[in-house]
């Protein structure tokens, strides 16, 4: 009888140790679910540059193109990045004309195949299989909707610039038109897009190694960047409405 009272009182201790003990896990385990809320929320109000919501892998596309862009593929990106380098030292270096490859490339081309070809038929080989090359309706008529789109929306800007309705849109067009004519008269066009194609790969690598980093200047410069401009808008229109004043 000792014995069996002895053991109801050890499972009426380890009822009531469990009931205490429940509440404080369960307060942990919410407490756990809180600070996570609190991370994922403090990750979403992290300011991006241009507003992304997405890794930059995705915004590029998450296709081959941005592998080859954020250097996932290292042997791909090189042999892009020195096909191109090399096609620039042509042009630009060695006064290389474009018509002049093409067609250089074309007849060595053309000449491989054509004795390849006829050589076929004196050493018993097969000729070269030369693949049927069709491109579809279907892909020109998108590209040039594309196109059409694209030019309809930069004419529509050029409008409304032209209007004087919207002074940050014409600011920033006269700024980037002036930055360019600085470019065009430091480099010719072929330099230019070279340039430009360098910096679009390596610009995004290391954005993508130093994100943090870079986004937290950014969001201060921004600020006072509107803060600026804010300033001169008023500066501005004031000007404007003291001109109209005395008219």
């Known amino acids: 009888m000792a014995d069996h ?10 009822k009531i140790h469990s009931k205490i003990s429940s509440p404080s896990s369960s307060s942990d385990s919410d407490d756990d679910k809180r600070s996570h809320a609190r991370a994922v929320a403090l990750k979403a109000k992290v ?13 590029l596309g998450a296709g081959k193109p941005a592998d080859i862009i954020l250097w996932r593929n290292k042997k791909l990106s090189g042999g892009v990045l020195g096909g191109v380098t090399s096609l620039w030292f042509l ?35 097969s000729p070269p299989t030369i693949p049927e090359v069709v491109i579809p309706e ?11 789109f694209e030019i309809n929306r930069t004419l529509d800007i050029v409008r409304t610039i032209a209007t004087g309705k919207d002074l940050k849109t014409f600011l ?10 600085i470019l065009g ?26 994100e943090d980093k870079v986004d937290a200047f950014s969001e201060k410069m921004i600020i006072e960047l509107k803060k600026q401009f804010a300033v001169l808008e008023k500066k501005v229109l004031s000007s404007m409405n003291k001109d109209k004043k005395k008219d």
């Not at 920033?172 to 004519?181: D, K, N, V, Y």
């Not at 480099?187 to 190694?209: D, W």
């Open 5 to 14: 009272k002895e053991s109801k009182m050890e499972e009426l201790a380890h």
């Open 47 to 59: 300011y991006r540059l241009f507003g992304r919501e997405k890794p930059l892998h995705q915004v």
């Open 91 to 125: 042009f630009e270096m060695l006064d290389y004309h474009l018509i002049t490859l093409i067609c250089h490339l074309m007849i060595l081309a053309l000449s491989v195949l054509f004795l390849w070809s006829n050589a076929s038929n004196f050493i018993n080989n």
């Open 138 to 148: 279907k892909c020109l008529l998108k590209a040039a909707s594309c196109f059409t």
């Open 172 to 181: 920033g067009a006269i700024a980037g038109l002036w930055f360019l004519s």
């Open 185 to 210: 008269s430091c480099f010719n066009f072929l330099t230019m897009v070279y340039i430009v194609f360098i910096l679009l790969y390596t610009v995004p690598v290391f954005y993508e190694k130093y």
